[in-house]
């Protein structure tokens, strides 16, 4: 199936008093980008996350946010006694400095010690708390399946557009075909005219050499190649359309090739009307390729 590479999802989640909202966004890129926001307060998070996503996911520039809040109400104030009890000692070893060098301070309050940071927190302040990693997870893993369904319905309307495009690039080689037909007898009765003239104009002509020139024209105008390597690559465009693993790049690569055959077509085609045929075919190609560029 084909995936688009730009997608968006998000989710609320909440645990206690902590709540949470997961964003996901994706975009084309030419290989797997991961830019995640993430707070710190959760340790190890990003490692457990990064990995997730790698594995889902193959191609796209993805920016991940998670955003955490905390209902203040919900939880008392607590000490942390550790804490605490080393910013006391650091307090009195500083009295002890201060009077041994003659200086005096002013005593410190108790509001003094309680404004040093983390001496107080929230009972529900450190987001590590057990379990809360593992429940952000299993909240991700639902957000990814969402980004990913989004990605295959956007996938399966890029699917028809392009399908619709190589259809149209079908029938205009079905066109080049035609009007390199009809320019057959225009380019021989133009040969002819040339080697009359040559023929009259010079003493002595070379017909080994003369023979050369005729088949390296014919050569040089024939494009029986060109429409056989596009028709081979509307039926390859196809069946990349129709697998299950991303395409992308490889489809990237075949609009290249269109391409190629197509400019060739126009400097070999010799006719207004196989020229502009070729026009029309590398202004839809270019339009095929731009679509292109969001498929994984």
Request: with cysteine; charged share 30%.
């Amino acid at each position: 199936m084909t995936m688009s590479m730009t997608a968006f999802a998000s989710r609320r989640g909440a645990s206690g008093p902590i709540a949470w909202t997961w964003e996901m966004r994706g975009v084309n890129a030419r290989s797997l980008d991961l830019r995640l926001r993430l707070p710190d307060s959760v340790t190890g998070l990003e490692a457990a996350v990064r990995p997730l996503l790698s594995k889902t996911l193959a191609r796209g520039s993805i920016t991940l946010t998670l955003r955490l809040s905390r209902d203040e109400g919900a939880s008392d104030l607590a000490l942390d006694e550790a804490h605490l009890g080393r910013v006391l000692g650091a307090l009195a070893r500083i009295e002890d400095r201060a009077a041994a060098t003659g200086h005096s301070l002013a005593p410190a309050t108790a509001a003094d010690v309680l404004a040093v940071r983390g001496v107080v927190a929230s009972a529900g302040d450190e987001a590590e708390e057990e379990g809360l990693q593992d429940v952000l997870i299993e909240d991700l893993r639902a957000l990814l399946g969402d980004f990913v369904a989004m990605r295959e319905t956007e996938g399966r309307a890029l699917s028809r557009l392009i399908e619709g495009q190589l259809g149209t690039i079908a029938g205009l080689v079905d066109r080049a075909e035609e009007a390199a037909e009809g320019r057959r007898e225009e380019t021989r009765a133009a040969v002819s005219a040339a080697l009359a003239r040559v023929m009259e104009e010079a003493a002595e002509v070379d017909e080994d050499r003369v023979a050369q020139e005729l088949a390296l024209i014919a050569v040089k105008q024939d494009v029986t190649e060109e429409i056989d390597r596009l028709r081979a690559h509307v039926e390859a465009a196809r069946a990349l359309l129709e697998e299950d693993k991303p395409a992308g790049r490889r489809l990237d690569f075949l609009a290249q090739e269109f391409n190629r055959e197509a400019n060739t077509l126009c400097s070999k085609s010799q006719s207004k009307a196989l020229t502009a045929v070729g026009l029309e075919l590398k202004a839809v190609i270019e339009q095929m390729r731009e679509q292109i560029q969001n498929v994984e």
